[in-house]
């Protein structure tokens, strides 16, 4: 049945204008072919170079096997590149040049060489660029960023995050860091983005992993930040699959202490409508700026230098 609200009916007017490519059809490309369709926008590729996807959400999708034949087509306005992670800076490169708009998975890339190819494009590119941290996305995180910056706390000055989740199933590429970059760079930046948000510029990391443990074991990590302030951040993936997923996140600082709350939306779809906003508008995200996430980048790969080596590693301006 169709949801007949004003706000369903405005965001299906102003989604019309566009049509969207999805490159990838694994874990990701699912959930952006769900996002795309609660957001109005009709998937209208599909980009897989082995066989034909079967995203249930994008059924009327065509199936390309190279971005190419996707950047042919006039129609495409947006392109949401869900690959692993080696190839996010090729392809994101490829589409801002063809002059699309791109959605592209965290991390940005896989070094900080590649994270200022694609923010250098994006500085030149006639479209958008917004990387798909979508934590920023999740009501609760959000409520607690809009809480904080009203003053719920004082001046932050400490952030506690955990989050843990099972070994995930049928993506053995993530084990594999010189592809995914490691449980630091793929999953503990959600939190290392967040302590961010509230703490500014880091200066240093520390990062213990438990002795002996192979990849997704638990990994405490410490951030120093230019202000004075600090975050521990605790990051453990190797539980055994179908095993809950669980976050917690809390800001201390001078006059209280402040907490996420559990999230009941849909976060991937929220992410959606508001980049289409951003370009029926032509305005830079700023939910989700660029720089923000060259900067998680840039933390996350400190944090997993400082794991291999157990140094602290500081950061260089």
């Known amino acids: ?151 719920s706390v004082g001046r932050p000055r400490v952030v506690r995050a955990s989050r843990i989740s099972g070994r995930p199933a049928g993506y053995d590429w993530l084990e594999d860091e010189a592809r995914s970059g490691g449980m630091l760079v793929d999953f503990a930046i959600h939190d290392i983005d967040q302590a961010a948000l509230h703490l500014g510029r880091a200066v240093a990391v520390t990062s213990v992993p438990l002795s002996g443990a192979g990849f997704g074991a638990p990994v405490v990590t410490t951030i120093e930040y230019a202000g004075g302030g600090a975050a521990q951040l605790l990051s453990v993936s190797d539980l055994p699959p179908g095993s809950p997923f669980r976050t917690g996140f809390e800001v201390v600082g001078d006059a209280g202490v402040d907490a996420a709350e559990p999230d009941a939306g849909d976060a991937f779809a929220e992410q959606a409508r508001y980049f289409v906003r951003c370009v029926d508008t032509a305005e830079t995200p700023t939910r989700a700026p660029v720089e923000a996430a060259v900067e998680a980048l840039r933390v996350a790969l400190a944090a997993r230098e400082s794991a291999r080596t157990g140094r602290r590693v500081a950061l260089r301006e």
């Not at 609200?5 to 490309?29: D, E, L, T």
């Not at 890339?109 to 500085?123: E, F, H, I, N, P």
């Not at 409520?143 to 003053?151: I, K, M, Q, T, W």
Request: overall charge neutral.
């Open 1 to 151: 049945m169709t949801d007949g609200s004003p706000q369903h009916a405005a965001a299906r007017h102003g989604a019309a204008r566009h049509a969207a490519a999805i490159v990838g059809a694994g874990r990701m490309g699912r959930a952006h072919a769900a996002a795309w369709r609660s957001a109005g926008v009709p998937v209208r590729w599909v980009v897989s170079p082995r066989h034909r996807p079967d995203l249930a959400d994008a059924p009327d999708a065509r199936w390309a096997t190279a971005l190419d034949e996707v950047l042919a087509d006039p129609d495409v306005t947006i392109v949401s590149i869900c690959t692993p992670t080696p190839s996010h800076a090729d392809l994101a490169v490829q589409a801002l040049e063809a002059g699309r708009n791109v959605l592209l998975e965290k991390p940005i890339a896989l070094t900080m060489d590649d994270a200022l190819r694609v923010q250098d494009a994006a500085s030149r590119a006639s479209g958008l660029l917004m990387v798909a941290h979508v934590v920023r996305f999740f009501s609760g995180y959000a409520a607690l960023a809009e809480r904080v910056a009203a003053g």
